[in-house]
């Protein structure tokens, strides 16, 4: 019998069909990023035991886009860059847990089979999108620039809904690029039991972070965002109650692997609806 | 702490969220069947321990093209059809196990988010493709009719690709569909380790099969299959030696959960590329 | 100097690149039409003069959701469908010309280019969209079928927005499919001066239709319509006073051609926004 | 009645649904271009009479990749992104008229329906298709940046078949952006006649340009180019026997217009296949 292998499915004899590679994986890309407050009831109920809300400002959400370039190790994604582009965008609030305080993905979109395939692996919840970002570029007849006045709209629709939009108006450069999305990552893995009505077959709770991280400055200005609904989607329901700032910046991320926190052998975090 | 609802990733207070609802799962298609032999070989590089080939005709291979409408039990999806609507190719071969023999989709293209989420949770591998079928029409300006005469093409490409195309002249009604789809299937759900290099944290081999069917007269005919190369896929591979038979199908079918056959706590299923 | 050949651009030697075949076009497909009134000013805003309001029933408005295969005299598209199956949603309205009646498509959007190509032909305003319409199907696992109590859903959406989203109940057969795009089409064919400000270089106005028509019968019954505001589009502007009625139709047709009413020379057909 | 407003296509009361706006249109965007000779007798099999190849070089072919935002004089499109992001890739030769010579774009792909529309306005023969480009950024992560070693991949799909892809590594600054692309381009604006079997209803030869144009250096180096065969596609006829140079190129563009050469009133410019 053939071992297998390739690190995700579907393995084969020589791996080459893996829906993703092996980690270490490589990004380079622009994230522009919205941070707003709304009702801490609404976090708490994407907030599964043992997460619990955060002390200092427990309804800060940050509603983040980014526009990606990314490859594995050996860079070949890069010379085929529909297998290295694709866009997301995602919602992350802070918890805690043990004393500690994580940022954790709530919601995200993205654009590619290949950046589902990592958010199974990595627990972010990813389903298909369509995001648009405005790209800066050296030339401003058909763009802005990354600084005073450089003008950012975003857009995220998915199921023919438009989702969100926002606007960005850069005013100067900022000490953080906000402040939801700047702790490791606390994330549920969880696949449902195969029979009709049992319990999770598996249910992990892992951490994670970028390996390595380098960043342009941060810049911060004005900001609009409109939420909409859908009946398929939440994010209508962390509702805006104030803004907090509106962030651009150009990074580069490496991402290698997590731990594993709890392997949550009972089923019991989950409650079918 | 709130409860989490919700069958499938994200899961929210309300479970309104979630990827894909809980089974049942409805389903209303048609399917476009080509059987082949290959390489027994080939077969048998798709087969982790403890599944083999089978002893009769181990090299058969059915590639399966499907144009689905499907629904939960609330049947509010195919009121909002881009949430019930959608296409896949997927190839099936057979293995042994323990005596029984069952199929096993090795390879699989769909062009929803939600058929993959249910592709994560059924042990199918799925990836995203463009893949389109020539549909019968009561009129024939522009169609075929399920009948003798009837021609219908089929393609498959991803990652910008033509991976596969066949062309089915139908002559006269068949016994069967095939006999390559025609077990309950054995697939693995796998999660690898979020630690670098670990072993799979969750590895289970799974047995699943419709829970009701119904179908149309199979019809049988003239077939043309044609395989091309991918960097990132293994289909071809799968070389056609001699082409076993063609098929087409109207099909209804439920599918409502499948039993775990074994998990895998040890990793030792997989060993990465 | 080579002779070019093709229908459409590109022109080649050979002609093999034309976007679109040379009429005659078959079709097979299914159309899902709902019928409303809305206020008669709104129509009048459509219509470039010489074209006039009906005297009868001026405000009356079909939105049509059509899921198409179609191909040339080759049949050649119905086996690689990619090239041969398109959905589109349009919006007609009557108008009168010379004391004739005529049907007019106002906005229309299709998901393939070749559907965009004939559009420019026939004076089709096309732009792209994303259409879905619940499908009938023989099993009823996951579809409706023709017939009393048969349930179907419609949307539009275009710029990631949505635009459009209808649900018909069948509930009996019906004399006729509706009544206001059972016209000829009076369409105009325009092309902007390409010097900056300068009149149109050509303006046209045809009339066209089907050359070959066959269909089912025509089923009706209940009919929600709700339209969506989008910045890029005036569908919305139609607003919908009252329901005349839904209907669902399966049709088999041939497209070969039209003829020209009126080669609008001094460009007074239009004056630029 | 209504005066219509628009420049484009459909015209209504307040002109707000044009798939396009008037002039000027604003680019900024990174040019992958490839250069390389083929037979003349290919090229000439794409200049209709009085077009006529070129004395200097006249198998030269230009195939360029093109990522562009782009806007109207309001710039609303660059915060609603979907609006004004596309992708390209069109082929360019050069041809002699009245002693002049003219680029003239032969084959073309877009992502956009906006981006066809204007292709319809310009004379491009724009089709869609699925274009990809890798990306520069500031952090080498997941990215070339626009220096030596430099690594930049580009590929070209359309119905659902790759139809070319490069591999360009930047060695050095170059004094030109190639040859071929660098004159007004010489275009037809074609609409076959209404009537089955009519001749062309208006053909004109039309001269534009840009009229701003901004440039970072250009950057050349070793390329590779592959171009693969399709039913509906003539590019690969245009085999490659000598690479010329392949070039990166960050740009920004203004359009506003062009002249009209000839209108071709006797439809003699082309004969239908």
Redesign the interface.
Known sequence: ???????????????????IP???W????DLLTVEYRTDPTRV?????????LVQDDPGAVALIWAD????SASR?E????????YKEAFVVVRCSLEGRTYSRC??IWVD??FA?GRG???GY????G?M????P????????QIGPGG?F???L?A????LA?A?LTLREESADNGFVNAHPMAH???????????PD??A?L?E?GAT?F???PAWTGEVELRLFES????LALLRVHEIIGGYYR?????W?????LA?LTDGS?????
Chains 1, 2, 3, 4 share one sequence.
Not at 132 to 135: A, D, E, F, G, L
Not at 231 to 234: D, K, L, R, V
């Open positions: 019998m053939t071992d297998m292998k390739g690190f995700f499915y579907p393995r084969t004899a020589s791996g080459r069909s893996s829906l092996s980690p270490p490589y990004y380079s890309g708490a109920d994407l907030l599964p035991a043992p997460l619990g990606w370039q990314s490859c070949e890069l010379l085929d860059p529909v297998r290295s582009q709530v919601f590619k089979d589902i199974v692996h990595q919840p990813k389903k298909l369509s648009w970002q405005t790209r570029h050296p030339f401003p007849q058909g763009a802005p003008v709209g975003a857009t629709a199921g023919d809904r438009r939009e606007v549920h893995r969880v696949l449902p039991g195969i029979a009709r009505g049992a077959a598996f992990e892992i994670s390595q380098e960043a342009g009946p398929t989607e939440e150009q990074v580069g991320v490496v290698d692997g997590g731990r594993s392997v975090a989950s409650e079918d609806a």
